[in-house]
């Protein structure tokens, strides 16, 4: 029997954490060797094995966490209703995103890659008019783009989705959810996960590398979804979660050693394998990797939900602060981050001014917005008398 759980306020913290990483992650793109929209002179590969710590599970934790919530809305609005209100809480703050904060990234990006001359209007001219001519090799820069609000864009084709999903599936949708429960026992929590994630990443990375481009970004949609709808489904069967709780610590080890496992497979030279070696190789890296995203995601639940799963003031300012501080936080390191290049500030003073002024530009900025009843919806905030409403909704407020 499946039901509907009242209050799940650690996968609040969790989304908040996750959004935290996210912002420390992309602080560090600035710092890695590889392609961001500007790149530090003191650019390296020395922070690379950090980088790993987060990459493979960050973003499918959120589509995952995103999932749960989704379905708890969608049970308490109805179909229609839920697509209805997601579609305006994520367009909108999408479509603004594109026209107003996504612009300076690209702007900085063509300065600094291209030497562009002009002026921020002029380029502006050419971003809203589709221009196809800022290459560098075989490289264009595609304009209007959503840049790091790909997720909002993904989230919301899987919100209709899901939706769809529940019309096409009424009641049976909950049955499906319970049956899924009754499979993810014990080691099959793990296992099968696993084993759905590896066969999509040894079958269809190579040949659709990520794009974010929607339309044809295969495998990243096989992995999202797959850990969208999943949360969807064990947002229904609530007895999920202390099995979580119990395989925290086997994830976290299983979390580590599995990073530390690719962190030795990227550090190989290629000239060390022999050619017979490196795509079985290859697949058993998938496999690990994989291995890896999934048990830092049961690590991070599972924690949460030991330590974090209780209401308080600071949740409930974050849960609705954290959305309009995601989509700030990357225009603003960019933009902060080409400002104060001149200085020449060591990476290790400079990353710390980076991310302490990114996160005081992104809660300002995201207060401001909080305060007005004109940028709410910009920022995908809901408006003052729902804000107030759901305070008392037995719901985790997750964007």
């Known amino acids: 029997m499946t039901t ?34 500007v790149k530090s002179p003191f650019a390296s590969n020395t922070i690379e094995p950090l980088m790993l710590l987060s990459s493979p599970w960050r973003l499918g934790l959120l589509f995952l966490v995103s999932g749960v919530a989704s379905s708890l809305m969608l049970a308490k609005a109805g179909a229609a209703r839920f697509m209805g209100r ?8 999408l479509i603004f995103g594109m026209l107003v904060i996504v612009p300076p990234q690209a702007y900085l990006e063509v300065v600094e890659k291209l030497a562009y001359q002009g002026a921020y209007g002029d380029f502006m001219r050419l971003y809203l008019g589709r221009y196809a001519g800022f290459c560098k090799g075989g490289d264009c820069l595609v304009m209007p783009t959503w840049n790091h609000l790909w997720f909002v864009a993904y989230l919301w084709v899987y919100t209709l989705l899901l939706g769809g ?44 590398p990520t794009t974010h481009a929607l339309v044809d970004d295969w495998f990243n949609h096989a992995v999202y979804l797959f850990l969208f709808l999943l949360g969807a489904m064990l947002a229904r069967t609530p007895r999920i979660w202390p099995r979580l709780e119990q395989l925290r610590w086997h ?14 497979y990227y550090a190989l030279p290629d000239t060390m394998l022999a050619a017979q070696v490196q795509i079985p190789l290859m697949h058993l890296q998938r496999i690990v990797y994989c291995l890896f995203a999934w048990s830092a995601m049961v690590a991070a639940l599972g924690f949460a939900h030991r330590h974090l799963n209780r209401d308080s003031a600071h ?51 995201a207060n401001l917005a909080r305060r007005s009843a004109l940028l709410r919806p ?22």
């Open 165 to 208: 999903l529940a019309l096409a599936l009424g009641e049976r949708f909950d049955k499906l959810a319970g049956r899924v429960a009754s499979v993810l026992v014990g080691w099959k929590i793990v296992v099968l996960p696993v084993a759905l994630l590896s066969v999509a990443r040894m079958s269809m990375l190579s040949r659709f």
């Open 251 to 264: 994830g976290l080890g299983l979390a580590a050693a599995g990073w530390a496992a690719l962190t030795v």
């Open 315 to 365: 949740r409930r300012y974050l849960a609705q602060a954290v959305f309009p501080v995601y989509i700030l936080h990357q225009s603003l390191i960019v933009i902060i981050a080409h400002a104060i290049q001149p200085a020449r500030l060591a990476p290790w003073l400079e990353a710390p001014v980076l991310i302490v002024l990114t996160l005081c530009l992104s809660f300002a900025m």
């Open 86 to 93: 997601r579609s305006v809480r994520l367009l909108v703050p």
């Open 378 to 399: 910009l920022f995908g905030i809901a408006p003052v008398k729902a804000d107030a409403a759901a305070r008392h909704a037995a719901r985790p407020a997750i964007s």
């Open 4 to 37: 509907s759980p009242t209050r799940l306020w650690f996968l609040d913290w969790v989304r908040i954490i996750a959004f935290f990483v996210l912002i420390l992650y992309h602080v560090g793109m600035y710092y890695v060797t590889w392609d961001w929209h």
